[in-house]
């Protein structure tokens, strides 16, 4: 029975659902043609809120079917099973939205032509619940593989988005410019700008799973979580039978160059580079990081690598000034210039412990999630210097052959300070030229 005029309205929006997926069968398919049909078809639908049960989660299982949906919705009657909700930080937003009037909070996402451009898994790694423990494996493959819960009236949300794109990086064309890069009409086109699969993931958390990994207790890591954001989430300390998190954190984006379907094939050469975000140069080109050209390099040895018949990702984490903000880490920039002595390698870490209480807020150890998620067992060439990096990914079982450091010539004059600290505190550093550490090297 249809109880209210909401209800009608999300019937009207599942049956044009039905309608716009099967006029789409119909159509030619475009390069974005998706692999899987995205919303229910051609099954009855039943009415949200009258008899549904919230469907059991069990994280790690091997199948799809076998793990459940995760469900985080706010509407009403919307069967959820996990704590928190969707779209990470962007959460408070919405609320926003609904605040002012401008969303209806009973809003249904129509998710027609939104399944993934490219096929993603399912990988060996999805059905082992120790190895991915801040992210669902599922979540680009909600259309899919739960189908039967949409068309009997559950409000399920992807939270990981697959498409494709071109990108135009100015580094690229100067790389072919200056001949280290070739334009191949296929990957780089003759135009400079470059082909790729792109990934955006939300966090969701599997609570066992992050506690083991920080090796804490399930209890402390809910309390901490619990306090910590001033009893934003009750359910963290009230609702211990629910296991799933979805916190209001920044996610990460996946640049990949080359053919996806080689993913997890354990045999095609993998270049890789884990970034995380510094708006400040990645965008900007604010010169006191190496963060872009790092990242541009990055870049170059993935496309250098699809080229040659393997695969290159670029992993973007958004973890702002090493996760502890902008606001912390333009405070820390101006505590390092203005110190007697002036800024310089010794002290580069000890600044921001004195702002922010630690020398660093990332914690790698949940990092590794996104390359199981992708079926990476072995990276051949790794554009990172960070030992965390390099020992989160080894601890996570993940080959690394070659680690490959910033080019010397193109670290910034002004982030020279930065490099040897790093360097002093255990960064791989290749073929760097290291200067005695205690000299101010922002020449
Ligand atoms: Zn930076």
């Given at each position: 029975m249809i109880a209210s005029a909401a209800d009608k309205a999300v019937v009207f929006v599942l049956v044009m659902q039905v309608l716009r997926v099967r006029n789409m069968e119909s159509r030619t398919e475009s390069?974005?043609?998706?692999?899987?049909?995205s919303g229910p078809a051609g099954v009855p639908l039943t009415p949200i809120g009258t008899g549904l049960q919230e469907p059991t989660l069990k994280w790690g299982a091997a199948s799809a079917a076998e793990r459940g949906p995760v469900i985080a919705t706010m509407?009403?009657?919307?069967?959820?099973?996990?704590i928190g909700t969707h779209a990470g930080g962007y959460s408070v937003y919405r609320a926003l939205a609904i605040a002012a009037g401008?969303?209806?909070?009973?809003h249904l996402a129509?998710?027609?032509?939104?399944?993934?451009a490219d096929r993603i898994g399912p990988h060996?790694?999805?059905?082992d619940p120790s190895k991915?423990?801040?992210?669902?494996?599922?979540g680009h493959l909600v259309g899919h593989e739960f189908r039967d819960f949409l068309t009997r009236g559950y409000d399920i949300r992807p939270t990981i988005a697959v498409t494709r794109a071109h990108i135009d990086v100015p580094e690229i064309r100067a790389a072919i410019e200056a001949g280290r890069?070739?334009?191949?009409?296929?990957?780089?086109?003759?135009?400079g700008n470059v082909r790729v699969m792109k990934a955006a993931i939300d966090p969701v958390w599997y609570l066992p799973g992050i506690a083991a990994r920080f090796g804490v207790s399930e209890g402390k890591l809910r309390r901490d979580l619990h306090e910590q954001t001033a009893?934003?989430?009750p359910q963290l300390v009230e609702?211990?039978?629910?296991?799933?998190f979805l916190p209001p954190i920044g996610g990460t984006t996946i640049y990949f160059f080359g053919?996806?379907?080689?993913?997890?094939?354990?045999?095609t050469p993998l270049a890789c580079r884990v970034h995380d975000e510094c708006n400040g140069s990645d965008?900007?080109?604010?010169?006191?990081?190496t963060c872009r050209p790092y990242l541009a390099h990055g870049i170059e040895i993935c496309i250098e690598m699809a080229q040659a018949g393997g695969i290159g990702v670029v992993i973007y984490n958004r973890k702002e000034g090493r996760a502890l903000g902008e606001v912390t880490k333009f405070l820390v920039y101006n505590a390092r210039k203005r110190q007697l002595a002036g800024d310089?390698?010794?002290?580069y870490f000890k600044r921001t412990e004195c702002v922010?209480?630690?020398?660093?807020?990332?914690?790698?150890?949940?990092?590794p999630d996104v390359l199981h998620w992708l079926g990476?067992?072995?990276?051949?060439?790794?554009a990172s210097m960070s030992d965390m990096k390099y020992d989160a990914l080894v601890r996570q079982g993940i080959q690394i052959d070659e680690r490959v450091a910033i080019p010397?010539?193109?670290?910034p004059a002004d982030a020279r300070v930065e490099i040897e600290a790093k360097l002093a505190a255990g960064y791989f550093g290749g073929n760097i030229r290291s200067a005695p550490v205690g000299r101010a090297l922002d020449e």
């Open positions: 390069s974005l043609g998706p692999l899987f049909d509407r009403k009657g919307g069967h959820r099973n996990a401008a969303l209806p909070r009973d129509d998710l027609t032509d939104t399944a993934p060996p790694q999805w059905a991915i423990v801040s992210l669902d494996p599922w890069m070739r334009a191949d009409g296929d990957i780089v086109s003759t135009l009893g934003m989430y609702r211990e039978d629910l296991k799933v053919d996806p379907d080689k993913l997890g094939d354990g045999k965008v900007f080109g604010s010169d006191i990081c310089r390698p010794e002290t922010a209480g630690v020398p660093d807020m990332r914690f790698q150890e949940l990092m990476i067992t072995r990276i051949h060439r790794f010397d010539g193109m670290i």
